[in-house]
């Protein structure tokens, strides 16, 4: 892993919802450079505190991006090659790194390479890089069945055992690592066998060894997963889910096992980290009690790994996904102009991130943090983050009553509110208000 993802933390943005681009792209329609609207925002997450931006799918494709048609080309309806060298720049020029978007598990059905396999059968020149079978007849015109990704009948799923996909992703990834980007997200990685990514990653690290390089990983065994795949990172869903849903239940013992597993992880890679993506819920909305987003972030920006802010979190952004077709609109908007024309109800949930960020900023070691329950109660825990002077503690009391909390060594409260008794000694302890928290320092 390259040391500088050490101290990073990513601001996600959605690039075709976040400048309002159209839901489908026209084949005829001009280029509208809209990719410059992120330069404007720039500033804002500079001021947010982060340190890189992690940009949705920007390669051009018919409708959410997913569905690839050319990922050596910028989507028509946010610009071209220009609009993106302009965005490198600009985020360089504020010492922002820049993560892109890959999807190399399936492509949309209007890529050229599956649209010669319907012309012209098996005998279509890149016919191997899909999976096909022809039980209706081979012949020209004829549609084959075809592997897709998820049911999904628009994202054909590619040919993961053809050498020639192998070389096709590594010269993706390495055209836009050299043109500026500083790694990629790896979406759907799971669906992908992991033989495949090692082929790929090492083929790109030999140009790119600082590249750093994130699977999108929901379930099953994340060590592992990186482990054989050679990739720096997976997304951590487990802690996602364990975070809201032991907020909304009041039941923090799920979000102590969820830490320990957290820990098991740490011992072999740093996990992408968040409370919201691209994919999912707002944490604004998911939380059923409005006190306890505190919680989350405090949570967020102090465990072990690298943190991704969903751009319109740090506002307090509701959305809620929806299972049906354009179900993602909601937690995918369009910004205004700039950040000026925000609504003022979010700016004390952005200040809060700003805050935790720099408190992260200030802990370095908390990248890779284990974390050790000391107090454990359904609505009241606290844990003790890395070793030696360089530990913090995180308090957090979910109940309607004010509660004292132990926390051994603490000498004071650097975020969150409470009344500390005893500082600095072994028997230390801390009253939180009701649904309060707090982080301390040894």
Not at 30 to 43: E, F, G, I, N
Not at 341 to 352: S, V
Not at 413 to 420: F, R, S, T, V
Request: some cysteine; glycine content about 8%; hydrophobic content about 45%.
């Amino acid at each position: 892993m390259a040391p500088w993802i050490e101290q990073t933390v990513w601001w996600q943005v959605f690039p075709l919802g976040f400048v309002g681009a159209p839901d489908r792209a026209d084949p005829a329609a001009p280029v509208v450079h809209r990719l410059s609207h992120l330069q404007a925002w720039l500033d804002y997450a500079v001021e947010l505190g982060v340190s890189g931006l992690a940009l949705g799918p920007i390669f051009a494709a018919s409708t959410h991006g997913y569905d690839t048609i050319d990922p050596f080309r910028i989507d028509p309806r946010l610009g071209d090659e220009a609009d993106f060298d302009a965005l490198i720049a600009a985020a360089r020029a504020r010492g922002l790194r820049v993560l892109l978007d890959g999807v190399f598990n399936h492509v949309g059905r209007a890529h050229p390479a599956f649209q010669d396999v319907l012309r012209n059968g098996p005998e279509a020149r890149q016919a191997n890089w899909f999976r096909l079978s022809w039980p209706r007849g081979s012949g020209p015109g004829i549609e084959p069945d075809y592997a897709c990704f998820e049911g999904h009948r628009q994202l054909v799923t590619l040919n993961h055992d053809a050498p020639q996909v192998a070389d096709h992703v590594a010269a993706v990834m390495d055209h836009w690592i050299a043109r500026g980007a500083d790694g990629w997200r790896l979406d759907a990685a799971y669906a992908v066998p992991p033989h495949f990514w090692a082929r790929v990653l090492r083929q790109v690290r030999i140009a790119h060894p600082e590249a750093y390089i994130v699977g999108e990983v929901i379930h099953g065994d994340y060590a592992r997963f990186v482990r054989d795949t050679g990739m720096d990172a997976v997304t951590q869903y487990e802690l996602w889910k364990a975070i809201w849903s032991a907020l909304n239940d009041r039941n923090l013992f799920e979000l102590a096992h969820a830490l320990d597993r957290h820990n098991g992880c740490l011992d072999t890679f740093a996990p992408l980290t968040f409370v919201g993506n691209h994919d999912v819920t707002r944490i604004a909305s998911r939380l059923t009690d409005d006190r306890h987003l505190p919680h989350a972030l405090a949570i967020l920006l102090t465990c072990g790994g690298t943190p991704s802010i969903y751009a319109g979190d740090e506002q307090a952004f509701r959305g809620v996904k929806e299972e049906r077709v354009g179900g993602d609109d909601a937690i995918r908007p369009a910004f205004p102009p700039t950040p000026a024309d925000l609504a003022p109800y979010g700016w004390p949930i952005y200040r809060l991130h700003r805050d935790l960020i720099a408190l992260r900023r200030r802990h370095a070691g908390l990248h890779r943090a284990r974390t050790r329950t000391l107090h454990l109660a359904n609505e009241q825990i606290v844990v003790v983050l890395g070793d030696g002077a360089a530990r913090v503690l995180l308090a957090l009391n979910l109940a309607d009553a004010a509660v004292p909390l132990p926390v051994p060594d603490a000498r004071a409260i650097e975020a969150g509110q409470g009344d500390l008794a005893e500082a600095g000694g072994p028997s230390a302890r801390v009253t939180l208000p009701p649904h309060g928290w707090a982080i301390l320092v040894v």
